[in-house]
């Protein structure tokens, strides 16, 4: 990727509506937009340490970021702009402050090819017992990483199928008793429970 800003113009948005999954987010009558964009993190990077208070010139740039993304999304969205009641700009800098990120990434490490799939932080770690989850290994985002986290739980407790691992669909509660978990070469298993299958492990160990 060039590592320069938007020139004057975003050619390419994200935009998450959060108010549509959980009209909690915002008072009656608003909604919450979310705009993301590819910004290199080298631009901020002599910011990096002025997190108290960084001077004019980063919020200046934050601002000018904020109105070209929103001059972008209201070629989608025309009006936009002059119905925000609020608005707030993040850049990496946010992201380091707030998730304690690596420059900056949103998805954990790069994803480029030599770094997805096989390539990726396995789960199943060379050190027994240890396993790595999140965004840098299975799958990025929210989904990726619950479900790297989902994979390192069955491995731990030696269960076949991932849904052994969810609560029911009709919203009750499944109790499994301490004393059917029982260590098992290495991993926790519970009596009843088949020992996972050999294509299973090929996450783990990707
Ligand atoms: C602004 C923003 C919006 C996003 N929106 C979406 C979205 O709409 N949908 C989606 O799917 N994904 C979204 N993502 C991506 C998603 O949030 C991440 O991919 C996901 O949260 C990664 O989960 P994780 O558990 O790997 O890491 P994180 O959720 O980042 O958790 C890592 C934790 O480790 C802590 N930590 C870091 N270093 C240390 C240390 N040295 N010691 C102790 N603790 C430490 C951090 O404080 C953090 O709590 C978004 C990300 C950002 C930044």
Known sequence: MEH????GIVEGLFLTVTTLKDPGHA???H??????TFVPYEPFED????????PAGYHDLKERLGDAMIAAA???IPGLGKNLTFRA????????FYCETHRGASYGTAKIPALLGPFSFPIRSSVPGLYSVGASTLSHGVAGAATSGLFAARDILGLRRIEDLLAP??????????????PASGARRPAHAAPPEDDADDALAS
């Open 4 to 7: 320069a800003l938007p020139h």
């Open 169 to 182: 669909s009709d919203g009750s509660l499944q109790v499994v008793l301490a004393s059917d978990l029982a």
């Open 74 to 76: 209201e070629r989608m």
């Open 31 to 36: 909604h919450t937009l979310e705009l993301f």
């Open 47 to 54: 910011w990096a340490g002025h997190a108290a208070a960084r």
């Open 27 to 29: 008072p009656n009558g």
């Open 89 to 96: 700009v993040g850049t990496p800098l946010t992201n380091d």
